[in-house]
């Protein structure tokens, strides 16, 4: 673990003294924190005291899907910071209450003495170069094979790789040597010692592939895994992606995280409309733990669905158009493209060009509370930036639900009960209130 400056050391003394005794930072050592921690908060360089929540770092953080999951939907506190490069989704995450450091996160030094205490990391990369959505770039197999052997040098930089290991017939996992009876090959001090390279020149390896976003899947193995070498107490990541991501990259992400003696690695595609969200958004959410735990496997069932139309308040029998008027197939009497569909079932995706749909019996078009609603955020939400910028981060957050039920086995709670409770107030009380009334009651 890298340790702090003279000075910087005795600032953190004199900080956990006055916190010990219920006081603030003392004014002439907060700004020797400040320096030195940025820009991660200045008290996030102190140990915590008992009874203070876990610290968890968010990536790619967006709006606010993962906090509020946490936050509001299963009412557990945590000392959370997202980075998102974002500056209308950080403007929005911190108008909710959430704190964000708008920055590349590329950027950033995942070894930063500042992030010493952290217990978790939630990553949810860009997924355009994936998603049907999108190019499919991510697809291409000369793609797929820079970042998977990008992947598996995070291992070998963080100083995880057993000094004696083998790959299996398959080629593509990390064991103990058979003829290691003490089993060093992949635990205790058997690793061989780091490689040398930094963060930075890991992420260069994967600098040739076609579209730049393509690389940041990197960092959901890089960060988890360079906080453990840097001794940080990291008990468990979270990662939501495309359902599309390839299977040998997640693959090759499991193998990093148990050769690096992460004991349980999952991997699950989630429809969010299954767990009572009134919009489709079919999603792969990744955990990994270096604790197992019958709790981190704990699942929420499928929940009763909701319908766009209930949701919203549209009386039945609605259809949405998504794509204008377009040419009319003339076998089918249905205009080419598929381009409506009935409110009385789950809407599709949204996407940022969800700003267009409009209700075909009077044109009427979504508001952003309204886009923020069907994926399961509250309609007063303070979405903020223009139309256009607050439909893209509604299109590209996480829900909160689906980050509740993904998170409820390692954060605890009753998490089924509190998700159909979340459900129920937010859509239920649109049938039992006016707009007006919603408001008043939120």
């Not at 400056?5 to 219920?22: D, M």
């Not at 002439?28 to 921690?37: N, Q, R």
């Not at 998102?84 to 959430?98: F, L, M, N, Q």
């Given at each position: ?68 999951g946490i936050a509001t939907v299963l009412g557990v506190a945590v000392d959370s910071v997202g980075v ?15 704190r964000r450091i708008c920055a590349d996160i590329t950027t950033l030094d995942p070894e930063h003495i ?329």
């Open positions: 673990m890298r340790t702090l400056p003279a000075k910087v050391q005795t600032a953190v003394h004199v900080a956990t003294l006055a916190r010990k005794a219920g006081l603030p930072i003392p004014t002439k050592v907060l700004p020797v924190l400040e320096e030195a921690a940025a820009p991660w908060p200045a008290e996030w360089l102190l140990a915590p005291l008992p009874g203070d929540p876990i610290r968890v770092v968010e990536l790619f953080a967006g709006p606010g899907g993962w906090s509020e998102d490069i974002s500056p209308d989704a950080c403007a929005t995450a911190r108008k909710a209450g959430h500042a992030l010493r205490h952290t217990v978790a990391v939630i990553i949810s990369p860009p997924c355009p170069t994936f998603s049907p959505a999108g190019k499919l770039s991510g697809l291409e197999q000369g793609n797929i094979q820079i970042l998977g052997d990008a992947i598996t040098y995070v291992g070998e930089t963080a100083g995880y790789i057993p000094m004696e290991w083998h790959h299996n017939n398959e080629g593509d996992g990390c064991e103990c040597d058979p003829d290691d009876p003490d089993g060093k090959g992949c635990h205790g001090d058997g690793f061989a010692p780091r490689s040398g390279a930094t963060w930075d020149e890991v992420r260069e390896m994967a600098a040739d592939v076609s579209d730049p976003r393509i690389a940041l899947m990197l960092e959901v193995a890089i960060w988890p895994i360079a906080l453990q070498a840097a001794g940080a107490p990291i008990r468990w990541m979270a990662m939501e992606q495309s359902s599309n991501l390839p299977e040998e990259i997640l693959e090759d992400l499991s193998v990093e995280f148990e050769c690096a003696e992460w004991f349980y690695t999952s991997r699950e595609v989630l429809e969010a409309a299954d767990y009572g969200l009134p919009s489709r958004r079919k999603r792969v959410y990744m955990i990994a733990s270096r604790r197992y735990s019958p709790t981190v496997t704990r699942r929420i069932r499928p929940l009763p669905a909701t319908s766009m139309a209930q949701a919203l308040g549209w009386e039945p029998g609605e259809r949405v158009n998504t794509r204008g008027n377009r040419p009319v197939d003339p076998a089918t009497g249905r205009a080419k493209g598929g381009n409506t569909f009935s409110a009385d079932g789950p809407s599709w995706c949204l996407t940022g060009k969800s700003r267009t749909w409009k209700r075909e019996s009077d044109g009427y078009r979504l508001t952003e509370a309204e886009a923020g609603l069907l994926v399961g955020f509250r309609r007063s939400y303070p979405w903020q930036g223009s139309r256009s910028s607050a439909f893209q981060q509604a299109a590209d957050v996480v829900s909160p639900v689906m980050a509740a039920i993904v998170l409820s086995g390692v954060l605890g709670g009753l998490g089924e009960a509190l998700v159909r409770d979340y459900l129920a107030q937010l859509y239920d009380m649109d049938d039992m209130l006016t707009r007006d009334d919603y408001e008043l009651a939120t």
